[in-house]
């Protein structure tokens, strides 16, 4: 468990992340938006590498861009609901 609804989990060698989300603030608009009650316990640069991201919905406490871009960046994979993947083409 890595925070509200995150999830990294390792299945046969491969590891897969739901709902990732490792910002320090989930709402695009920093004024607005609560901080994180704890810090992130994930360090993307310090992880293995991420193999999948699965992610359900686009709320703001779900989709993390700058996460997604960092997962990106890395090569990983990306498993979306509907919907979801426009925002990922942008």
């Keep these: 468990m890595v925070g509200h609804a ?3 989990i390792e299945i ?33 640069s310090e992880t293995p590498r991420i193999d999948a991201v699965v992610i359900s919905h686009d709320h ?9 871009q960092q997962l990106h960046k890395q090569g990983a994979m990306f498993f979306v609901g509907l919907g979801v993947g426009v925002h990922l083409e942008k």
């Design 60 to 68: 703001y406490d779900h989709l993390d861009m700058k996460t997604i």
């Design 12 to 44: 046969d060698g491969y590891r897969v992340f739901f709902e990732a989300i490792l910002s320090e603030y989930a709402f695009p608009v920093k004024a607005f938006a609560p901080k994180r009650m704890n810090p992130s316990p994930l360090i993307l």
């Design 6 to 8: 995150s999830v990294l």
